[in-house]
């Protein structure tokens, strides 16, 4: 989580948030959680300022979540629709530029493209959290920009799945723009697990009033790979993955709801903006893939994204594609910062849901990319599979592999549903899919299309795959005024599970 305040000294009132009675900190995969006595506002009367909350949750399948919580109204996040949702604006077409933790994360936090901040997966290697990574495109993320403006920033919960590592500066390492710093070393852990409190480490045990952190804070041959129907064996496994899934979202909705009340009772909730998304999707089951994430489909590249705040009126369903690297720019400008002077590939997203604040319209269509992980050696448990293959599950199916690398344009717009990928691998394939007739993605018709429409895809492909710093020049973006007329105070957080 990170919150920012103004730091202005003039009749500053303080004001604490006490969360959560029984933990010091709040959920982990929402990479953002509440240190009790850190969680201060200062508040300036001479210049008035928003609140902002971002609540980003890792991969709790929410593709699935998604689709129930819109269409079935099935969803263990009851509060979480009528408190946010409900009383602000869904995104029903909210996608991540490439479904892996650490890379999605990156983009977040810097409203760019992986090919531009180059974190390509999970691994030190792949530039996770890495020295390239801390010297680069960590000073020039989105809390660097907002600490220039004067607000205070608080972050807890997960941040980067190779943070915390002793060859990357260990627990000491505080990226720079955070005041107040409550980092998981490491990967999603809900007990046994380190945080870096602001340079130190504090270490959590297996007590569930202590310690859990979220109460505290056809195909592409990958594809080809598993057995259909699933065996049984993989079906009891997905099922209780499932079960445990849904009740961890329950502390999660609890932690909004008491988020909201906390704000309410505090008289801040008029002036808060409050952002619920998450990193990328996942699956569990679908095309007989086990659990994980980065693929190319909907279920991986989808995420919910729910925002309440100033300006944005209630109820409201909005069409238009948002991205996560769209999430950097709408901070900026939420804060009033001048989003042309900055390198981002994201666009700000504030036109769409007030439009009485900003103009604007969206982009018709956008990327995705993946840099897929593999091991130099064959899994051990599954030798007649070879090399090159990694997250190898029981009945040797495998979710990722070198060649599971892939960049593709998703086109969506008023009469358009297309998305065209190409893979970096030996058979240079290629899937089309036209999701208004094939929203599950079944059939790959890229031997049906017009040849002139392959091509037309495959440059727009290239053009955007060399994309730098562009938020403010692809089709439909438009800046608008600037935020110096906003008549809402100003304060940010952020939850980052």
């Known amino acids: 989580m990170l919150l920012l305040s103004n730091k202005q000294s003039h009749n500053v009132r303080q004001t604490e948030f006490h969360i959560n009675s029984r933990s010091q900190y709040f959920p982990d995969n929402l990479s953002v959680c509440w240190n009790r006595r850190a969680s201060v506002w200062s508040e300036s009367r001479l210049h008035i300022r928003p609140v902002l909350f971002l609540l980003l949750f890792p991969v709790l399948f929410l593709f699935l979540f998604l689709f129930l919580f819109l269409f079935l109204f099935q969803t263990p996040m009851k509060k979480t629709k009528a408190l946010i949702g409900d009383l602000g604006a869904t995104f029903v077409n909210s996608f991540t530029v490439t479904p892996l933790c650490c890379p999605s994360r990156s983009s977040i936090l810097t409203g760019q493209y992986p090919h531009n901040h180059e974190v390509r997966n999970n691994s030190l290697s792949g530039n996770c959290s890495s020295s390239l990574w801390q010297k680069g495109p960590e000073t020039a993320a989105f809390p660097v920009y907002l600490n220039k403006l004067k607000y205070q920033t608080f972050f807890a919960g997960k941040y980067l799945n190779q943070y915390g590592k002793k060859e990357v500066g260990d627990v000491g390492h505080v990226p720079p723009g955070w005041d107040q710093w409550h980092a998981l070393v490491g990967n999603s852990q809900y007990y046994n697990y380190s945080l870096s409190v602001n340079g130190k480490e504090e270490k959590h045990g297996d007590r569930y009033e202590d310690d859990y952190l979220t109460d505290l804070i056809d195909k592409h041959w990958l594809l080809r790979q598993p057995v259909s129907p699933m065996p049984n064996s993989s079906v009891s496994f997905l099922d209780d993955a499932y079960r445990r899934r849904w009740q961890t979202l329950l502390s999660v909705d609890d932690m909004v709801e008491a988020l909201v009340k906390k704000l309410d009772a505090i008289k801040e909730l008029n002036n808060t903006y409050v952002f619920y998304t998450s990193d990328n999707g996942y699956h569990t089951g679908q095309f007989s893939l086990p659990i994980d994430k980065r693929q190319l489909y909907e279920f991986d590249i989808r995420t919910p994204l729910l925002v309440r705040g100033p300006g944005i009126k209630a109820n409201q369903t909005l069409q238009a594609p948002v991205l996560n690297i769209d999430l950097a720019p709408t901070f900026l400008d939420i804060a009033g910062t001048n989003l042309s002077a900055l390198n981002l590939d994201g666009q700000s997203f504030l036109s769409q849901m007030a439009p009485s604040l900003r103009n604007g319209t969206a982009r018709p269509f956008f990327l995705i990319e993946y840099t897929g992980e593999g091991h130099p050696t064959p899994d051990p448990s599954c030798p007649k599979l070879g090399p090159g293959l990694s997250q ?43 999701l208004a007739a094939d929203p599950h993605q079944l059939e790959n018709i890229v031997k049906k299309v017009d040849p002139a ?36 105070e100003l304060k940010i957080g952020f939850f980052f599970f």
């Open 392 to 434: 190898c599950f029981p009945d040797c199916v495998c979710e990722d592999a070198f060649n599971n690398t892939y960049a593709c344009v998703r086109t969506l717009d008023a009469t358009h549903n297309l998305q065209y990928c190409e893979f970096a691998d030996s058979e240079s394939f290629v899937e089309v899919y036209d």
């Open 453 to 488: 429409v392959l091509q037309a895809m495959n440059q727009r492909l290239i053009k955007l795959q060399s994309c730098e710093g562009e938020g403010y020049s692809t089709p439909g973006a438009v800046i608008g005024r600037r935020f110096a007329s906003f008549p809402y």
